[in-house]
């Protein structure tokens, strides 16, 4: 994906993954997905919405091999 931003606040990245917001904040909780502190604001980087987006594409792949 071409990112045109180095950190999204949470509302663009909901967007750019078309998930909800307790959705997102699950996956940071999890670990699934990495955020940063931006003063009293998380940011999450545009290296983890890549990241994020191909744990979700292995995740796809195994579970066509496993049936």
Same mark, same amino acid.
């Given at each position: 994906?071409?990112?045109?931003? /180095?950190?999204?606040? %949470?509302? =663009?990245?909901?967007?750019?993954l +078309? $998930? @909800?917001?307790?959705?997102?904040? #699950? =996956?940071?909780?999890?670990?699934?997905?990495? +955020?940063? @502190?931006?003063?009293?604001?998380?940011? $999450?980087? /545009?290296?983890? %919405?890549? /990241?994020?987006?191909?744990?979700?594409? #292995? =995740?796809?792949?195994? @579970?066509?091999?496993?049936?």
């Open positions: 994906m071409t990112h045109t931003k /180095a950190l999204y606040r %949470i509302t =663009e990245a909901m967007m750019l +078309s $998930i @909800g917001r307790t959705t997102l904040y #699950q =996956e940071l909780r999890a670990g699934r997905l990495a +955020s940063v @502190g931006h003063g009293r604001a998380r940011r $999450i980087p /545009a290296t983890a %919405i890549d /990241a994020y987006l191909a744990l979700l594409e #292995q =995740e796809a792949t195994r @579970g066509r091999l496993a049936a």
